[in-house]
Protein backbone atom coordinates (compact mmCIF):
# COMPACT_ATOMS: atom_id res chain seq x y z
CA UNK A 1 0.00 0.00 0.00
CA UNK A 2 0.98 3.39 -1.26
CA UNK A 3 2.20 5.96 1.77
CA UNK A 4 -0.07 8.83 2.18
CA UNK A 5 0.30 12.29 4.13
CA UNK A 6 -2.58 13.43 5.36
CA UNK A 7 -3.65 17.04 5.02
CA UNK A 8 -5.21 17.59 8.55
CA UNK A 9 -2.71 16.91 11.44
CA UNK A 10 -5.67 15.65 13.74
CA UNK A 11 -7.53 13.26 10.99
CA UNK A 12 -7.75 10.06 13.58
CA UNK A 13 -9.94 12.29 16.10
CA UNK A 14 -11.92 14.25 12.57
CA UNK A 15 -12.86 10.77 10.93
CA UNK A 16 -13.45 8.92 14.70
CA UNK A 17 -16.55 12.53 14.80
CA UNK A 18 -17.57 11.17 11.07
CA UNK A 19 -18.31 7.83 11.91
CA UNK A 20 -20.28 8.84 15.27
CA UNK A 21 -22.10 11.35 13.41
CA UNK A 22 -23.42 9.05 10.81
CA UNK A 23 -26.45 7.96 12.97
CA UNK A 24 -27.35 4.67 10.35
CA UNK A 25 -23.59 3.64 11.45
CA UNK A 26 -24.49 3.47 15.31
CA UNK A 27 -27.52 1.82 14.11
CA UNK A 28 -25.48 -1.37 12.85
CA UNK A 29 -23.20 -1.08 16.25
CA UNK A 30 -20.30 -0.10 13.73
CA UNK A 31 -16.68 0.18 15.86
CA UNK A 32 -13.80 1.87 14.57
CA UNK A 33 -11.23 -0.28 14.90
CA UNK A 34 -8.04 0.97 12.96
CA UNK A 35 -7.07 4.06 11.05
CA UNK A 36 -3.84 5.56 9.00
CA UNK A 37 -3.36 8.11 6.25
CA UNK A 38 -5.51 6.27 3.66
CA UNK A 39 -7.04 3.03 5.59
CA UNK A 40 -9.63 2.67 8.11
CA UNK A 41 -11.31 -0.74 9.63
CA UNK A 42 -14.19 -1.12 11.21
CA UNK A 43 -15.96 -4.03 13.04
CA UNK A 44 -19.85 -4.92 12.91
CA UNK A 45 -21.07 -7.54 15.33
CA UNK A 46 -23.82 -9.67 13.52
CA UNK A 47 -27.40 -9.14 14.84
CA UNK A 48 -30.42 -10.92 13.95
CA UNK A 49 -32.07 -7.36 12.92
CA UNK A 50 -29.29 -6.65 10.56
CA UNK A 51 -29.34 -9.89 9.35
CA UNK A 52 -31.39 -11.52 6.19
CA UNK A 53 -34.30 -14.66 6.29
CA UNK A 54 -31.22 -17.28 5.87
CA UNK A 55 -29.49 -15.57 9.44
CA UNK A 56 -26.46 -14.24 7.63
CA UNK A 57 -26.09 -10.33 7.27
CA UNK A 58 -28.02 -8.45 4.50
CA UNK A 59 -26.48 -7.68 1.62
CA UNK A 60 -27.27 -4.25 2.02
CA UNK A 61 -26.10 -3.89 5.34
CA UNK A 62 -22.30 -5.54 3.60
CA UNK A 63 -22.77 -2.35 0.19
CA UNK A 64 -23.19 0.12 3.03
CA UNK A 65 -20.71 -0.79 5.28
CA UNK A 66 -18.13 -1.23 2.49
CA UNK A 67 -18.97 2.68 1.44
CA UNK A 68 -18.65 3.90 4.85
CA UNK A 69 -15.06 2.47 5.14
CA UNK A 70 -14.24 3.83 1.74
CA UNK A 71 -15.21 6.88 2.98
CA UNK A 72 -13.35 6.85 6.34
CA UNK A 73 -10.47 5.87 4.10
CA UNK A 74 -11.03 9.12 2.38
CA UNK A 75 -11.82 11.10 4.90
CA UNK A 76 -8.30 10.72 6.77
CA UNK A 77 -6.55 12.47 3.66
CA UNK A 78 -8.73 15.44 3.52
CA UNK A 79 -8.19 19.03 4.55
CA UNK A 80 -10.16 19.91 8.21
CA UNK A 81 -12.84 21.66 6.81
CA UNK A 82 -13.82 19.00 4.12
CA UNK A 83 -16.65 16.52 3.97
CA UNK A 84 -16.37 12.94 2.00
CA UNK A 85 -19.53 11.68 0.08
CA UNK A 86 -19.71 8.73 -1.75
CA UNK A 87 -19.54 10.12 -5.61
CA UNK A 88 -20.44 6.36 -6.46
CA UNK A 89 -19.60 2.38 -5.80
CA UNK A 90 -19.75 -0.93 -6.96
CA UNK A 91 -19.88 -3.78 -4.46
CA UNK A 92 -19.69 -7.47 -5.70
CA UNK A 93 -21.14 -10.25 -2.87
CA UNK A 94 -18.63 -13.11 -3.51
CA UNK A 95 -20.09 -14.76 -0.56
CA UNK A 96 -22.98 -15.03 2.21
CA UNK A 97 -21.45 -12.73 5.55
CA UNK A 98 -22.31 -15.73 7.96
CA UNK A 99 -20.49 -15.11 11.38
CA UNK A 100 -20.54 -13.17 14.07
CA UNK A 101 -19.30 -10.04 13.19
CA UNK A 102 -18.14 -7.89 9.70
CA UNK A 103 -14.64 -6.94 9.61
CA UNK A 104 -14.27 -4.09 6.85
CA UNK A 105 -11.04 -2.74 5.41
CA UNK A 106 -11.13 0.57 3.20
CA UNK A 107 -8.02 1.69 1.76
CA UNK A 108 -7.34 4.40 -0.92
CA UNK A 109 -5.71 3.36 -4.00
CA UNK A 110 -5.82 6.86 -5.80
CA UNK A 111 -6.06 10.45 -3.97
CA UNK A 112 -7.16 13.11 -6.11
CA UNK A 113 -8.31 16.53 -5.33
CA UNK A 114 -11.58 16.34 -6.05
CA UNK A 115 -12.58 12.32 -6.16
CA UNK A 116 -10.72 9.73 -4.45
CA UNK A 117 -10.84 6.45 -5.63
CA UNK A 118 -11.00 3.10 -2.85
CA UNK A 119 -11.51 -0.20 -2.61
CA UNK A 120 -13.26 -2.30 0.57
CA UNK A 121 -12.40 -5.85 1.37
CA UNK A 122 -15.24 -7.13 3.48
CA UNK A 123 -14.98 -10.49 5.77
CA UNK A 124 -17.23 -12.58 7.68
CA UNK A 125 -15.75 -13.94 10.78
CA UNK A 126 -16.82 -16.82 12.50
CA UNK A 127 -16.83 -18.00 16.22
CA UNK A 128 -13.60 -19.04 16.04
CA UNK A 129 -12.03 -16.25 14.44
CA UNK A 130 -11.33 -17.56 10.65
CA UNK A 131 -12.95 -15.02 8.32
CA UNK A 132 -14.05 -15.64 5.08
CA UNK A 133 -13.82 -12.32 2.26
CA UNK A 134 -17.31 -11.78 1.52
CA UNK A 135 -17.71 -8.83 -0.71
CA UNK A 136 -15.02 -6.04 -2.01
CA UNK A 137 -15.88 -3.14 -3.24
CA UNK A 138 -14.93 0.19 -5.30
CA UNK A 139 -15.72 3.12 -5.46
CA UNK A 140 -14.74 7.26 -5.76
CA UNK A 141 -15.61 9.56 -2.75
CA UNK A 142 -16.15 13.04 -3.38
CA UNK A 143 -13.95 15.62 -1.40
CA UNK A 144 -16.07 18.79 -1.21
CA UNK A 145 -13.85 21.57 0.38
CA UNK A 146 -15.67 23.83 3.32
CA UNK A 147 -18.02 21.21 3.33
CA UNK A 148 -18.06 19.92 6.79
CA UNK A 149 -20.71 22.42 8.04
CA UNK A 150 -24.62 21.59 7.70
CA UNK A 151 -24.69 22.97 4.11
CA UNK A 152 -22.81 20.20 2.59
CA UNK A 153 -25.22 17.50 4.67
CA UNK A 154 -28.94 19.23 3.93
CA UNK A 155 -29.21 20.21 7.17
Not at 16 to 23: E, I
Not at 33 to 54: M, W
Not at 125 to 149: K, N, P
Amino acid sequence: MPTFEPRNPDFRAAVSRRVVAQGYLTLLGVELTALEPGSAEFHVPYRPDIGQQNGFFHGGVVGGIAEAVMGAAAATLVAADANILGAEYTVNLLAPGVGTALHAVGEVIKPGRRLIVCRADIFAVAEDGTSTLCAIAQGAMAAIEGGSGSAATGR
